[in-house]
C-alpha cells in the first residue's frame, strides 16, 4: 500500500477526518509532465475563455460552501464561520482576477517617434504552488487563479496539515490545468527543482521558504516567496479606543488561533494611555474571544494546528510569565485536553529581547508595550529582519499615513489589522526577510507572466534614414 497522509482533527484528537495519498519522486514527475503537456495547448486559449475558466471555478466552489467549509474546520481547527468567510473570499477573488485578467495580459503596443514597440506577456509554462494550512484554498487560488489567467497550469503541494478541503476545491477546474500533489519535504523539494517547472510561488514559513529558494535558485527558477511576519501594531496617542476598534484590535491577534502570517503580533501603546489601552483591551477580548470547539456556534478561537505548535506555544507563554505578566483572554467552553487548545493570553511588562515579542509567536498570545516617543516606536517596530505588515492607529487620518511611510513593511493598516484591512486590489507581500513577489491586485496577477518586447526602432522602419552599425541610438 502506498505511504499516505491521515489528517486528524486537532480539535478532537481521536478522529481522523481524512486521508490522501503521498507522492514519491516519480509521481511529482508524472504530474509536472502532464501539467506541461497540457500548458502547450492551453496558452494558446484566448485570454477571455481563459478567465470565464475561472468564472466558471468560482460558481462551482460557491455551490460546494456549506460541506467544505465543515470539511476545513475540521482539518484546521479554525472556526466554521473563518472556513465559510475564506471560502466566501475565494469565490470573490477568482471572480475579481476573471475580470481583470484579460486586460492585465493584454499585450501593450505604441507607436511613435521612437518606433513600435509591443510588449507581450507570456505565461512561464508550469508554476509549481506550495500552500501552507493555514488558510489553504484562499492561499493555493491566489496562485492558481492568476496563473491559469495568464495561460500556465498548475501543480500544487498543499500541507500535509490541510490538504483535504483544497483538493476538493482545486478539483472545481476543468481536467489537467491544475494537478495535487502530497507530501512534505521529498515532495516539495521534487518539485521545485523539476526542470519543467518555470515558476515557483511558495507561502509559509521561514525555514521551508529557505528551502524552496535554495531548491529554485538551483534550477534558475524565478520564485515568489511570501513568508512570515512580526507585525508591529502602533496606537498613536489619538488612538480611537472605541468598543469597535478594539474589538477589531483584539480578533487581528487572535483570528486563526493567532496562526496568521499578518496577524497582529506586537502591540505598543504611549505609555501615558497605557492602562486605558490594556483596560479597553482586555474588555474587548470578553466580548470577542471564545475558545471553543471549531464546530460549536459562537466559537471564535479554535485549537492550534498540531501538538508540536500547542506545546512550542506553551512554552512561549511559560516563558513570558517568568519575565514579566501573562492574563488569561476570552471564555474558555471546551475541554482543553480534547485537542490541541491553548487559551489566549496578553503578556505585558516584558523586554523587548524577549521571545514574545523578538520571533514571530504564530499562536495565541500577544504583548502589549508601552512607547515613549514615536521615533522610539518606529525603531521599535522596525527591528528585526521580517517585515511583511504592520499597522497604525490614529483619529487622524493624513497622521496615520505619515507616519506609515516609516514602517519596513510589506503592507501597513490604518485603524486595522489583519483580515479586515484586506482588499482584492490592494498588493500583498513582504518586505526584507518576509519575501518578495506581490499577491493580490494587479501586481499579483502580473507575477504569473513574463514581459517580453518585439521593437522595430525608427531608424530601419520603412523610410527610415538608418544609422551607423554600432551606434547607440539616443
Known sequence: MPAEIVRENPARRAEIVGRVPVADAAGVDRAVRAAADRQRSWREVPAGERAAVLLRAADAVEAMLPGTAVLLARETG???????GELRFSVAYLRWAAARAPAAYADRETDDAAGRLVLRRRPYGVVAAITPWNAPVILALLKVGPALAAGNTAVVKPSPLAPLAVTRVLAAFPPGLVHVVHGGAEAGGALVGHSSVHRVAF???AAAGRAIGAAAAAALTPAVLELGGNDPVVLLDDADLSDA??????MASFATAGQVCMAAKRLYAPRSRL???REAYLAAAERALVLGDPLTEGTTVGPVVSAAAAERVRALIADSAERGTVTGLGAVRVDLERGHFVRP?????????APVVAEEQFGPVVPLLPYDTEDEAVARANAGELGLGASVWSADEERAFAFARRFEAGFTFVNTHNRTGMALHAPFGGVKRSGHGREYGVEGLLEYVQTCAVHAPAAFRAGGGGMDAGAYPL
Open 245 to 250: 476598534a478594539m474589538d477589531r484590535l483584539v
Open 78 to 84: 479554525k472556526p466554521l464561520a473563518d472556513c465559510a
Open 203 to 205: 507561502t509559509g514559513g
Open 275 to 277: 492602562a486605558e489601552v
Open 345 to 353: 493570553a496578553l503578556v505585558t511588562d516584558v523586554a523587548d529581547d
